[in-house]
T-cell receptor
């Protein structure tokens, strides 16, 4: 079965510092999509950032950026200038081998931003 | 439109009872997804619709589970003869018909089977 792996169940970072969350995935496809979703405590999941695999350039969204290593099947998320509101579960996800519509999620990394 | 809504937010039921959850997607979204999320895990895909057509079902979706989207708008997920293992958060999401498009999630329905 296709899997997305997040090897860091929990992480913490001091406010204003930078943190990197790791993610690896498996796929035999040449094109696919990768995502980082954020799920704050007791709140809805929202998209943080999205990457199309055929694009070499790493996606960025304000303080959030990714390091996409296609050959290594690695997709890490860097959060710069961490803020208290960044405290959340972060899920890495990939479109499936069979469909661009079906998304496979990793187990998540719980990030705590410490004041 | 204020986003994806789900009702009820919480449901406690006794083992063996049937439950039904409702999801109202963002109005212009023609794709609708159901996921199950257990504590400490990421969402697991259950099924999805494009308009009223159910396009894919996960093997997780046993014959006790059925989902419908009769008019291509809201969707219902029914679980018959609930078991304790069905206790989880059931998430609904919707999206535009776009390859690899962003999914917008609802707040979820937390099911507890006693």
């Amino acid at each position: 079965a296709q899997t997305v792996t997040q090897s860091q169940p929990e992480m913490s970072v001091q406010e204003a510092e930078t943190v990197t969350l790791s993610c690896t995935y498996d796929t035999s496809e040449n094109n696919y999509y990768l995502f980082w979703y954020k799920q704050p405590p007791s709140r809805q999941m929202i998209l943080v950032i999205r990457q199309e695999a055929y694009k070499q350039q790493n996606a960025t969204e304000n303080r959030f950026s990714v390091n996409f290593q296609k050959a290594a099947k690695s997709f890490s998320l860097k959060i710069s200038d961490s803020q208290l509101g960044d405290t959340a579960m972060y899920f890495c996800a990939s479109t499936s081998k069979t469909s661009y519509d079906k998304v496979i999620f990793g187990p998540g990394t719980s990030l705590s931003v410490i004041p | 439109d204020t986003g994806v809504s789900q009702n009820p937010r919480h449901k406690i039921t006794k083992r063996g009872q049937n439950v039904t959850f409702r999801c109202d997607p963002i109005s212009e979204h023609n794709r609708l997804y159901w996921y199950r999320q257990t504590l400490g895990q990421g969402p697991e895909f259950l099924t999805y619709f494009q308009n009223e057509a159910q396009l894919e079902k996960s093997r997780l979706l046993s014959d006790r589970f059925s989902a419908e989207r009769p008019k291509g708008s809201f969707s219902t997920l029914e679980i018959q003869r609930t078991e304790q293992g069905d206790s989880a958060m059931y998430l609904c999401a919707s999206s535009l018909e776009l390859a690899g498009g962003e999914q917008y999630f609802g707040p979820g329905t937390r099911l507890t089977v006693t």
